[in-house]
T-cell receptor, first 116, second 111 residues
Framework: AQSVTQLDSQVPVFEEAPVELRCNYSSSVSVYLFWYVQYPNQGLQLLLKYLSGSTLVESINGFEAEFNKSQTSFHLRKPSVHISDTAEYFCAVSAYSGGGADGLTFGKGTHLIIQP | EADIYQTPRYLVIGTGKKITLECSQTMGHDKMYWYQQDPGMELHLIHYSYGVNSTEKGDLSSESTVSRIRTEHFPLTLESARPSHTSQYLC??????????FGQGTRLTVV
């Protein structure tokens, strides 16, 4: 079984400041890692994913995350946030089961609040 | 852009009523999932399916049931709704890999 810990339930930052949302996971098998974003009254949108290869992955809107196997972490970062980044961010893992995934295990989410 | 649709988006219903939440995807994905999300809390997998006539229960026990008669359709049914079923329900699908595409969700309120 897997578990995901998002250490901060809420992160307030000023506009144009950098931000880091922390995510740690626990698993006895290899996993895939994801960050999803949820805007108010919306479903989840995939922000970025780590499946294999380079441990640093980037999204099209300036976010990046780095997979650190030794620390079992997948922290999300952005060098300069915008007011439109205000949302709930979920870290998720999926166990590698060869033929695909048996669903995602999510963290409790981090509410990113951008202050003008 | 992922094409997965949930209806209704919002539903307020009385205790004891039978309800069906609809989920359809046009991507031909074999795997489909239902997640339950309580306010301010993480999502929990309640049902999943690997294809037609395949349904499995997820990590979180749920009184709801699902069916998968067609690849594109994965409805969730509550035979007798109760206030404890008030939550947001999110449907998702995936192809061969682990990446899941989510619908907009159905926010259910049972009064």
């Amino acid at each position: 079984a897997q578990s995901v810990t998002q250490l901060d339930s809420q992160v307030p930052v000023f506009e144009e400041a950098p931000v880091e949302l922390r995510c740690n996971y626990s698993s006895s098998v290899s996993v895939y890692l994801f960050w999803y974003v949820q805007y108010p009254n919306q479903g989840l949108q995939l922000l970025l994913k780590y499946l294999s290869g380079s441990t640093l992955v980037e999204s099209i809107n300036g976010f990046e995350a780095e997979f650190n196997k030794s620390q079992t972490s997948f922290h999300l970062r952005k060098p300069s946030v915008h007011i439109s980044d205000t949302a709930e961010y979920f870290c998720a893992v999926s166990a590698y089961s060869g033929g695909g995934a048996d669903g995602l295990t999510f963290g409790k989410g981090t509410h990113l609040i951008i202050q003008p | 852009e992922a094409d997965i649709y949930q209806t209704p988006r919002y539903l307020v219903i009385g205790t004891g009523k039978k309800i069906t939440l609809e989920c359809s995807q046009t991507m031909g994905h074999d795997k489909m999932y239902w997640y339950q999300q309580d306010p301010g809390m993480e999502l929990h997998l309640i049902h999943y399916s690997y294809g037609v006539n395949s349904t499995e229960k997820g990590d979180l026990s749920s009184e709801s049931t699902v069916s998968r008669i067609r690849t594109e359709h994965f409805p969730l049914t509550l035979e007798s709704a109760r206030p404890s079923h008030t939550s947001q329900y999110l449907c998702a699908s995936s192809e061969y890999g682990p990446e899941a595409f989510f619908g907009q969700g159905t926010r259910l309120t049972v009064v």
